[in-house]
């Protein structure tokens, strides 16, 4: 591998290095994913056409949407170069919080016109209030992130399922969710789902954040280097705090969509999307390194993994395989990112 | 002067938090349930925590040199897969050192990803966790794996009373005791995990180090899975399911530190009774099982939290004073 | 006995085009103390790395007992019996003392085992010991001992190597008088038994006591060498710091020195850091701080900007007092602060000089309950206060900060506190690893803004360029005050003397 990092390191102008020029410039392009998506999509057609036919790319696309807002706000967590890995458990705990409030089946506020609204509220205060336990772990006691978040992950999955056996006879989910509620899961204004407004709402405010506030600015210069930001007057602990709540806030959004989707709340919600939210981010081009990440680079990796994941289901892969390729991918995604980090640093 | 005291005596309630939370748990449980605090109960624990204790202690290793290995719940069932379905015909003998090839190729897999291009451990172990669960699951089909008889009697069995479960536990705790304290590469390690910098600087082999602790680590995951998978009999696919849990929290309790260059074998094990201890309590309390994570979970966050601030504690007593009073 | 070791002839060497060292030469011989003095940048750092094989060097010879060498690594240099003890120690603490020692030569049980001999360990530990008079068990974790005696420690590892040639970089820096007793009486056994020793050291009077022969270098040549009879501390000062460098500064008018104090520092105390600091400065005025590396000079001024705790005193900035531990305040007071380590704690390398410099004032250039970014007013800001420093690159919003000489760098961070219009600036080491020309063009920006009634606190390890530029100088030692200089009579000597004695 030192290899090829040598390779694509070697100076312009160098005759040999043509195809290195190329490979380099392939290597930092943003594009480079969506070449990618493109490719694969484009050769899987010819075993399975049924990809490109539009029901099934309007499954791809509405499957995309929560992941996506999910993938926004571990950007935000990977920027200050910290991870988070609860957000899975966060969209369980809100799920099925924000379900038993609004259940008719016994829920807290069953059948008040505005126990939806209450519902989600919840669900986005216990996705804030999870996302700040797990930052002020990291940064204020000093304890690693990775087992900061593994901890909160495991801790409110159990929370979750706990609850649930708590609030039903059945123990596995909550059901009998207000119409209201779930028109946001499939519903919407003029053939555009509720869930792709509230996505694309989500997604500006995310890249006005980065680009356009104070708040993005300090969050790309935490990332960079937090001592010298410290010394230019960022409140350090304060920016990481809030990156973990966005991230937490953005696992909640997700959760309302996912919740209103299966109609019901329950403790396994998102159990499954780990590893696509981690690896959406990481193939996006956000830098594991801290610092460095944009929205479109995101939104074009979650493209390639939810086309990834469905051209496999197409082709009857069974779940497993499905499990071992995305562990695969974001193998390849960190090591691409670990390659451009190296070259950039030799110059 | 008095300032120092305090500090030191901050420090030592530190490093003894784990032992006062054992005789806490001990009492409580105790006090709880009449059948916990029996001879038998306590063999039990022992027996129930040898495959946590065997993997914390690979598990230290890596810990050492400022490393993290999430997979070693994936290598466990790899290897339990792989021992059912392919190695039921032919001897221990052969079996044995089957496993601990596959789990050293495994760990040389990570070890090559973390050492070759510097990637953060724990999203390499993370990967090839799901890497290795997925492959393992299309093995079995997500069908339950019987293991043979053979691997089944060595769970019955016992040597001089003892079971061989503890008595493997016993080999492995000493070999790495041995490497760890007795060989110039184990104190190697541990001059790499306190300073990787000045580590090369002396003329030792950082990364030929960093490679071989994450293959020791996956060889000690092998080996529990054997252990466990011969005490179960069989391997669901859930079969060491977030199985690092228990072991990280095991070894960070036993006082090996998560910021490397700290920690042994002794504490390992005595944190793996520990993290043994509370899921056995709760068993003889007849407690809810969706509590287990719970309490796993909370018994892991003290033991990085603790290991944080004894960290601060231990920085700030060793910051080097500028103006000396002589 | 007095043979001679080492023979050091023409050694040149230079970093991207600039000669550090100019035909370099001395001889030792063994059983000899080789003082070896100069100002920071004079090359002795760089004469004692290419010697240990930390650096290599352009041409020249290094003959040891006779034999041409070249050390690649600090392997090969103590192969060759080079061992170089560094001002910052490389022990283990987590390790004990004798496992320190033999790290990477640990005697083996047995021919070929790989088991450690714990028995011959510390017998061969306790002798190495013994021959430094360091009465501690060798088993002893290396964090529990004072650093006096890690410094033993790494002496004894340098000892069971066999080494015939020591170098001690600064080793009385965190030492207490006690303990550099102790150390200068094991030189003097090492001595006499015919190992040679270099001493590099600020404290001309431990070098004038302890060596036999002194190497004194400036500007990377030697510029005096000789028996210590030849020398005296006035002498090894005046060559030390030469005569010949005034036109490097730009002029500048004086200070009226009537203004009202800008900063005013009432006895700030930090156990172990500083005590009983107090000083005055006034809006126009530079206030030079001189001091060696270690004096507390680099620490006052992280206290002073709010970023390290201190336990007694007052900061005030006119007439509001400063609370501690808040670089926030302190920037909203007028304060800014180049710190000495620029890669480190001064710029976001991997970002644009655009964003560096805009990074401190984004509060104050937003507008509303979000802080929105007008992006195409920031950008036009940091264009015109990177025109105002001469910042050296093409598109400024683009270029990567990392691509930069040390000098542009170091305007990119003179700009991005500029951009805040500070009162009061605080520069610590603010020419350091810059070119002669840069260092030029940096001491006319600071000129300019004295000029524009700013207050400059100005922290260097060079006296000249104190002297050169200051209104006042303040000298910092131990953590201590030990006393101020008016223009008037600046005096290089003195200077020296106030801050090397002890």
Redesign the interface.
Request: charge should be positive; aromatic fraction near 10%; proline fraction near 9%.
């Given at each position: 591998m030192a290899e090829t990092s040598r390779v694509l390191s070697s100076a312009p102008g160098d005759a040999r290095s043509r195809p290195a020029q190329v490979l380099r410039w392939l290597l930092f392009s943003d594009y480079l994913v969506l070449a990618l998506t493109l490719v694969y999509v484009a050769a899987l057609s010819f075993f399975v056409p049924e990809i490109l036919s539009p029901t099934n790319l309007r499954d791809i696309f509405l499957q995309i949407l929560p992941l996506f807002i999910a993938a926004l706000g571990l950007m935000m967590v990977l920027m200050v170069a910290q991870i988070d890995l609860s957000a899975t458990s966060i969209m369980a705990m809100g799920c099925v919080v924000g379900a038993s409030i609004m259940t008719s089946e016994g829920g807290y506020l069953s059948a008040q016109p505005w126990a939806p609204a209450v519902a989600i509220l919840a669900i986005v205060v216990v996705g804030v209030l999870i996302g700040v336990i797990n930052g002020v772990c990291t940064i204020v006691f000093d304890m690693p992130s990775f087992l900061v978040t593994l901890t909160t992950m495991m801790f409110f999955s159990g929370a979750a399922i706990w609850y649930t056996a708590a609030h039903t006879s059945s123990g596995s989910s909550i059901g009998s969710l207000p119409p209201a509620f779930l028109e946001i899961g499939y519903g919407g204004v003029a053939g555009i789902p509720y869930a792709a407004m509230i996505t694309v709402v989500l997604a500006i405010v995310v890249h006005l954040l980065l680009t356009r506030t104070v708040f993005g600015r300090w969050v790309m210069a935490v990332g960079l280097n937090p001592k010298a930001a410290a010394i230019s007057g960022v409140p350090v602990q304060a920016v990481v705090i809030g990156c973990f709540a966005i991230s937490g806030l953005f696992a909640a959004f997700a959760a309302i969509i996912y919740t209103a989707r299966l109609e019901a709340g329950t403790p396994i919600l998102g159990q499954r999307i780990l590893l696509d939210v981690i690896g959406a981010a990481v193939i996006g081009g956000v830098s594991l390194f801290g610092g460095k990440g944009t929205v479109i680079g995101v939104l074009l990796g979650v493209l390639f993994l939810s086309a990834v994941d469905n051209g496999l289901q197409l082709l009857g892969l069974s779940l497993s395989s499905v499990y071992a390729i995305k562990g695969g991918v974001i193998l390849l995604a960190a090591v691409t990112d670990a390659i451009r980090h190296n070259v950039m640093a030799r110059g | 002067m008095s300032r120092l005291d305090s500090r030191t005596l901050v420090l030592m309630l530190l490093r003894f938090a784990p032992l006062i939370l054992f005789a806490l748990l001990c009492l409580a449980f105790g006090a709880l349930s009449d059948r916990f605090l029996s001879l038998a109960n306590f063999r039990n624990i022992l027996t129930q925590s040898t495959h946590v204790a065997v993997m914390a202690i690979g598990m230290t290793f890596v810990l050492l040199v400022r490393g993290v290995d999430l997979s070693v719940g994936s290598v466990m069932y790899l290897v339990a897969v792989v021992m059912g379905l392919y190695l039921s015909d032919v001897s221990l003998f052969v079996s044995i050192p089957a496993i601990m090839v596959i789990g050293a190729a495994f760990g040389a897999i990570n070890a090559a990803l973390i050492t070759g291009l510097r990637i953060a451990p724990f999203i390499v172990t993370l990967a090839t966790l799901f890497i290795g669960r997925g492959l393992a699951l299309y093995l079995s089909e997500t069908k339950m794996v019987f293991q043979s008889d053979t691997v089944q009697a060595l769970g019955r069995a016992s040597f001089f009373g003892v079971p061989w479960a503890i008595w493997i536990a016993i080999v492995v705790a000493a070999v790495a005791w041995i490497t760890l304290t007795q060989t110039p590469y184990g104190r190697q390690i541990y001059a790499v995990g306190a300073d990787p910098d000045s580590a090369g600087k002396a003329g030792i082999r950082v990364q030929a180090i960093t490679f071989s602790v994450f293959c020791i680590c996956s060889v000690c995951a092998a080996i529990g899975a054997l252990i466990s998978a011969s005490q179960v009999g069989a391997a669901s696919a859930t079969f060491g399911y977030q199985e690092e849990f228990p072991v990280i929290a095991a070894a960070v309790l036993g006082g090996t530190s998560l910021f490397g260059g700290r920690g042994g074998v002794f504490g390992s094990i005595f944190g793996a009774v520990l993290v043994q201890t509370t899921s056995n309590g709760l068993v003889m309390l007849n407690a809810n099982p969706y509590l287990y994570p719970l309490v796993n979970s909370v018994i892991i966050f003290i033991a990085a939290w603790v290991d944080g601030r004894r960290r601060l504690m231990t920085e700030r007593i060793e910051q080097r004073k500028i103006r000396i009073e002589a | 006995m007095s043979e001679l070791l080492l023979k050091i002839s023409g050694l040149n060497k230079s970093f991207f085009g600039v000669q550090v060292l100019r035909d370099v030469g001395f001889e030792l011989t063994s059983g000899a103390v080789l003082g070896l003095v100069g100002e920071n940048g004079s090359g002795k750092s760089t004469t004692m790395n290419i010697l240990g094989g930390v650096l290599t060097r352009d041409s020249g010879r290094v003959e040891l007992a006779g034999v041409d060498v070249a050390p690649s690594n600090?392997?090969d240099a103590l192969a060759l019996g080079i061992a170089f003890i560094h001002q910052e120690l490389?022990l283990?603490?987590?390790?004990s003392v004798e496992?320190n020692i033999f790290?990477?030569h640990?005697p083996?049980r047995m021919h070929g085992l790989?088991?450690?001999d714990?028995r011959a360990l510390r017998e061969q530990a306790k002798k190495a010991l013994d021959l430094i008079d360091l009465q501690v068990a060798p088993a002893t974790p290396v964090?529990r001992l004072p650093?006096g005696e890690r410094q033993l420690v790494e002496i004894a590892k340098a000892l069971t190597r066999q080494a015939r040639l020591i170098i001690f970089d600064e080793p009385t820096t965190?030492?207490?008088?006690?303990e550099t007793e102790r150390l200068f009486e094991i030189i003097g056994r090492l001595r006499a038994q015919g190992i040679a020793i270099i001493y590099i050291s600020h404290i001309l009077g431990d070098v004038l006591r302890l060596c036999d022969d002194i190497v004194v270098l400036r500007d990377g040549r030697v510029v005096g060498e000789g028996p210590r009879a030849d020398f005296t501390i006035e002498r090894l000062v005046t060559l030390m710091v030469g005569r010949s460098i005034d036109r490097l500064f730009p002029e500048r008018e004086p200070a009226p020195g009537t203004n009202s104090a800008a900063l005013s520092v009432r006895k700030v105390s930090q156990?172990?850091?500083?005590?009983d600091v107090s000083f005055d400065l006034r809006l126009g005025e530079m206030l030079g701080v001189s001091g060696l590396m270690?004096?507390?000079r680099s620490?006052l001024a992280r206290i002073l900007?709010g970023?390290d705790p201190y336990s007694e005193g007052e900061i005030r900035v006119g007439e509001h007092t400063l609370s501690p531990l808040s670089?926030?305040e302190a920037?909203d007071k007028g304060l800014a602060?180049l710190?000495e380590d620029r890669r480190?704690?001064?710029?976001?390398?991997?970002?644009s000089i655009a964003?560096n410099i805009?990074?401190?004032s984004?509060?104050e250039r937003?507008s509303g309950f979000?802080?929105?970014?007008k992006?195409a007013a920031l950008g036009q800001a940091a264009r015109d206060v990177a025109e105002r420093v001469r910042v050296n690159a093409k598109a400024i919003d683009r270029t990567a900060v990392?691509?930069l000489s040390g000098g542009n760098q170091q305007k990119v961070v003179i700009a991005?506190w500029l951009l805040r219009a500070p009162t009061i600036f605080i520069l610590d080491e603010p020419t350091r690893g810059i070119d002669v020309g840069a260092k030029y063009e940096v001491y006319k920006i600071i000129n300019q803004m004295v000029a524009g009634g700013a207050a400059i606190l100005f922290i260097s390890s060079e006296i000249e360029e104190l002297i050169g530029m200051a209104d006042r100088i303040m000298v910092m030692g131990?953590?201590?005050v030990r006393g101020f200089f008016e223009r008037t009579n600046f005096d290089r000597e003195a200077i020296m003397k106030a801050a090397l004695w002890d």
């Open positions: - | - | 600090s392997r490389s283990f603490p987590n390790l496992e790290l990477d640990f083996r790989p088991f450690i714990r964090m650093q965190s030492l207490t008088a006690r156990p172990g850091v500083v005590k270690g004096s507390g620490e900007f970023l670089p926030r920037m602060f710190t480190g704690e001064g710029l976001m390398m991997e970002a964003n805009v990074l401190p984004l509060v937003s979000m802080h929105w970014l992006p990392r691509t991005k131990r953590g201590e």
